[in-house]
């Protein structure tokens, strides 16, 4: 009897310990993202010449601060592609020393990150780079929809799974599919690029079956809304979350606008969309929580936001360590390649024919010997200061890495490009005291521009007006050719345009020209083969001083109704 008793309490108690084990346990891992760091590596900008807000040096004591919290081990960190375009410091890494490690594959690694995506401005820097960089890189560049056409298999790993504290996590990578809308071929040769609701649909069911992951993360360099780009979805990173049941979390970027949301999928089920925007001023900082009962998961649950790091000290054990390369940057952008006589501003091109982009018009007529430019403010505020101009101000004059064509278009074609541009720019006034641009209300990411002003595309070679009371297609009235000689809707004429609006980019070709995408190619005559940069700081070393003006070969009407129209539209986009 009392050996039976003795049974039974030892039954009890193993019940009793078999319940105080099955407590639940919970796991708190941080998954962190940059995205659209755009070559803001240091705390410093090496075009203007200033300190810079963000950076991978702030990023990276928010890191620290991070992994002393949470532990190394908890903290997964992730880069969203378009990093290595955008400051000097890229520029120099990519095309001047290419024997080096490239200082951006150094950084990540230092910074140690989990995983990486591709951008489009990544893929803009050409096989060579983009080959090199992702090699060099300790830790997969992911792109599932980036296609070798080769083989029809993902040019680079399609996802990877990481595991934080018992816990999997697959993180499946993906890029905006409209690259051939803006990027000539020569800088993608040899890949497609896959629609992303398609790719996400096949490797969801992949990674299901294969990898049995407790988190699925989405890594999309691609904005949430689904505009259409010459017939592709540019940013359907939304579509996915919400059509492709199976993920916890979508991180997000290229449009450079911050997000963070929940919104429900096709299932029923929660998913987080965030975006840190651009220049590493944020980081997307998820908190994933994990409740584990009899090593099953019976809980999850997904929180994020916005962390500026703008505030935070710089790490200056990043400093040391990337010392030289940031010596090697300055010594580079310190290079006097000319002067000029006055100072110019993109600030004056939204008014009417200014000297900063009539000084590219005539460098692309004299590059490429055509009887028409294509130019547009890259950048909504660059300066040139009157004086010594340096390599760093190259990077003020042309934003890109753009290659500089000439193609051929019909009188009727120029007009129609010229239209949609103006369209794009202008208000059709009803009165002296509407506004001359098109704005909005609040800045929705161009200022209070409508429409991003690398689109508003002005020409030289012709003379023309736009009349801004006239609505679209009945706006510009070309007189003639510069030369005096009269100007043909019906003649072919060459054109000297970027690689970005050659291909594409922006629609004035397709849209406002009319002239079908796939027929693009065919038109250009002539290609650079560096990038428009290079060939303008050619131009301008042969010449020593520059004394750019106006050309005035276009003007906006009526004048009595846009002079005091666009001083006030000045004081609305600057003061």
């Keep these: 009897?009392?050996?039976?008793?003795?049974?039974?309490?030892?039954?009890?108690?193993?019940?009793?310990?078999?319940?105080?084990?099955?407590?639940?346990?919970?796991?708190?891992?941080?998954?962190?993202?940059?995205?659209?760091?755009?070559?803001?590596?240091?705390?410093?900008?090496?075009?203007?010449?200033?300190?810079?807000?963000?950076?991978?040096?702030?990023?990276?004591?928010?890191?620290?601060?991070?992994?002393?919290?949470?532990?190394?081990?908890?903290?997964?960190?992730?880069?969203?592609?378009?990093?290595?375009?955008?400051?000097?410091?890229?520029?120099?890494?990519?095309?001047?020393?290419?024997?080096?490690?490239?200082?951006?594959?150094?950084?990540?690694?230092?910074?140690?990150?989990?995983?990486?995506?591709?951008?489009?401005?990544?893929?803009?820097?050409?096989?060579?780079?983009?080959?090199?960089?992702?090699?060099?890189?300790?830790?997969?560049?992911?792109?599932?929809?980036?296609?070798?056409?080769?083989?029809?298999?993902?040019?680079?790993?399609?996802?990877?799974?990481?595991?934080?504290?018992?816990?999997?996590?697959?993180?499946?990578?993906?890029?905006?599919?409209?690259?051939?809308?803006?990027?000539?071929?020569?800088?993608?040769?040899?890949?497609?690029?896959?629609?992303?609701?398609?790719?996400?649909?096949?490797?969801?069911?992949?990674?299901?079956?294969?990898?049995?992951?407790?988190?699925?993360?989405?890594?999309?360099?691609?904005?949430?809304?689904?505009?259409?780009?010459?017939?592709?979805?540019?940013?359907?990173?939304?579509?996915?979350?919400?059509?492709?049941?199976?993920?916890?979390?979508?991180?997000?970027?290229?449009?450079?606008?911050?997000?963070?949301?929940?919104?429900?999928?096709?299932?029923?089920?929660?998913?987080?969309?965030?975006?840190?925007?651009?220049?590493?001023?944020?980081?997307?900082?998820?908190?994933?929580?994990?409740?584990?009962?009899?090593?099953?998961?019976?809980?999850?649950?997904?929180?994020g936001r916005l962390a500026d790091v703008t505030s935070l000290p710089i790490d200056q054990a990043f400093m040391d360590t990337f010392a030289p390369q940031y010596q090697a940057t300055l010594d580079f952008v310190s290079r006097k390649i000319g002067s000029i006589r006055s100072t110019i501003t993109t600030r004056d091109a939204f008014f009417g024919p200014s000297a900063f982009i009539d000084l590219i018009h005539q460098l692309q007529l004299d590059i490429t010997g055509a009887d028409i430019s294509f130019c547009a403010p890259l950048s909504f505020n660059a300066e040139i200061k009157e004086g010594d101009i340096y390599m760093s101000d190259m990077f003020n004059l042309y934003k890109y890495e753009n290659l500089l064509y000439t193609m051929r278009l019909t009188g009727h074609e120029i007009k129609g490009f010229l239209e949609m541009s103006y369209a794009l720019w202008t208000n059709q006034m009803q009165s002296p005291d509407d506004h001359l641009l098109l704005l909005n209300e609040k800045d929705e990411g161009f200022g209070r521009l409508k429409n991003p002003s690398y689109n508003f595309d002005s020409a030289a070679g012709i003379l023309y007006t736009v009349d801004v009371t006239q609505p679209e297609g009945k706006k510009i009235t070309i007189t003639g050719l510069a030369d005096g000689t009269p100007f043909d809707?019906?003649?072919?004429?060459?054109?000297?345009?970027?690689?970005?609006?050659?291909?594409?980019?922006?629609?004035?070709?397709?849209?406002?020209?009319?002239?079908?995408?796939?027929?693009?190619?065919?038109?250009i005559v002539f290609s650079t083969d560096k990038d428009l940069r290079y060939y303008l700081m050619e131009r301008i070393e042969k010449a020593g001083t520059l004394d750019p003006h106006p050309l005035n070969q276009w003007r906006f009407v009526p004048e009595e109704w846009v002079k005091p129209a666009a001083e006030r539209d000045r004081k609305v986009l600057f003061e």
């Excluded at 203007?48 to 949470?70: I, W």
């Excluded at 049995?212 to 359907?236: S, T």
């Design 1 to 303: 009897m009392n050996i039976r008793i003795c049974l039974m309490a030892l039954l009890s108690a193993g019940n009793l310990l078999g319940t105080y084990a099955a407590e639940p346990e919970e796991t708190t891992i941080k998954l962190l993202e940059t995205s659209d760091v755009h070559g803001a590596y240091f705390p410093y900008d090496f075009i203007t010449r200033q300190p810079l807000k963000g950076s991978l040096a702030r990023v990276s004591t928010y890191l620290n601060e991070q992994r002393k919290l949470y532990g190394e081990g908890n903290v997964l960190l992730m880069d969203n592609g378009d990093i290595l375009q955008g400051q000097p410091v890229a520029y120099y890494y990519n095309f001047i020393d290419t024997a080096s490690t490239h200082v951006c594959a150094a950084m990540l690694n230092y910074l140690k990150y989990d995983v990486g995506n591709m951008g489009n401005h990544d893929i803009e820097t050409g096989h060579a780079v983009y080959d090199r960089w992702t090699s060099q890189c300790r830790f997969p560049m992911l792109g599932a929809n980036i296609i070798d056409r080769n083989t029809n298999e993902p040019y680079l790993p399609p996802y990877r799974v990481l595991e934080r504290d018992g816990v999997r996590i697959a993180v499946l990578g993906m890029i905006t599919p409209a690259i051939p809308s803006w990027l000539p071929e020569t800088m993608w040769s040899g890949l497609r690029f896959e629609d992303m609701e398609t790719c996400a649909r096949r490797w969801v069911e992949a990674i299901r079956k294969k990898e049995h992951p407790d988190v699925l993360v989405g890594l999309f360099h691609a904005g949430p809304e689904g505009n259409l780009l010459d017939n592709v979805i540019e940013n359907g990173s939304e579509a996915v979350a919400r059509n492709v049941p199976g993920f916890d979390v979508v991180f997000m970027g290229h449009d450079h606008r911050r997000l963070c949301k929940k919104i429900q999928n096709a299932a029923g089920d929660s998913v987080l969309l965030i975006n840190p925007a651009n220049a590493a001023r944020t980081l997307a900082d998820v908190t994933l929580k994990i409740t584990r009962k009899d090593g099953r998961i019976v809980s999850k649950s997904v929180e």
């Design 489 to 523: 809707l019906n003649r072919t004429y060459t054109v000297a345009v970027n690689s970005y609006r050659g291909n594409g980019g922006g629609d004035l070709l397709t849209k406002g020209a009319g002239i079908p995408k796939e027929e693009l190619a065919s038109r």
